[in-house]
């Protein structure tokens, strides 16, 4: 069963081969995160890990139980009870409710262990699966925005409401 984590230095192997597995998916709905991000994938998740000690985000993988890491749900530039979350689940993974349930569970820790009042979220129009995913977790329509040279949208999610998109689509 799929098992929300937060994320540790010892994850980085498995981190770095779902980058790698899943980088032309990914950067066909999202900016790539360039070469750069590869080859100093060691140093950059240390960092990164510093950052997230001092509270500035949080990031979390989706492992299969095994080790392999099947999809991320992060909160980013965490300021003033607000952050902006990411997801991306695993091209051979997707079409199985993951990424909404893994979203729906990062709202979850963004209260009770985060305590965040807002999240934020943005996307392309043309990412349906993105949107879907938003919409079935409560967040909600915020205004435009332009992603990858592309029209997007922007959205909101209010923690202190029950996400009241959750069971209804
Ligand atoms: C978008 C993404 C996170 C969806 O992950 P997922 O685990 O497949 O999502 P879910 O299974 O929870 O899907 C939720 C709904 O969206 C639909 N959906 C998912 N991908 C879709 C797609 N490409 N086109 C149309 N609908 C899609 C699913 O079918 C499901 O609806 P259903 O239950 O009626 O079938 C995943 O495709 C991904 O990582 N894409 C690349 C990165 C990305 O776009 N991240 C989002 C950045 S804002």
Redesign the pocket.
């Known amino acids: 069963m799929p098992t929300l984590e937060r994320l540790r230095p010892d994850h980085a192997p498995a981190l770095l081969a779902f980058e790698r597995e ?1 980088r032309a ?2 950067a ?3 900016p790539d995160r360039g070469d750069d991000y590869f080859t100093g994938f060691a140093a950059r998740h240390a960092e990164l890990l510093a950052e997230q000690a001092a509270g500035m985000h949080h990031f979390h993988i989706l492992t299969d139980g095994g080790g392999a890491v099947l ?1 991320r749900v992060n909160l980013v530039d965490v300021a003033e009870g607000s952050a902006d ?7 051979r ?11 729906r569970e990062v709202c979850a820790l963004a209260v009770t262990e985060y305590g965040l009042i807002t999240l934020r ?4 129009r043309d ?8 919409a ?1 977790t409560g967040f909600v329509e915020a205004g435009t925005t332009t ?1 990858m040279g592309k029209p997007g949208l922007r959205f909101d999610r209010d923690l202190t409401a029950p996400c009241r998109a959750a069971t209804a ?1």
């Open positions: 899943n998916f990914f066909a709905s999202i999809g979350l990411g997801h991306r689940i695993a091209e993974f997707t079409g199985r409710g993951l990424a909404t349930s893994a979203v979220a943005s996307t392309t990412n349906k699966g993105s949107r879907t995913v938003l079935r992603l689509t």
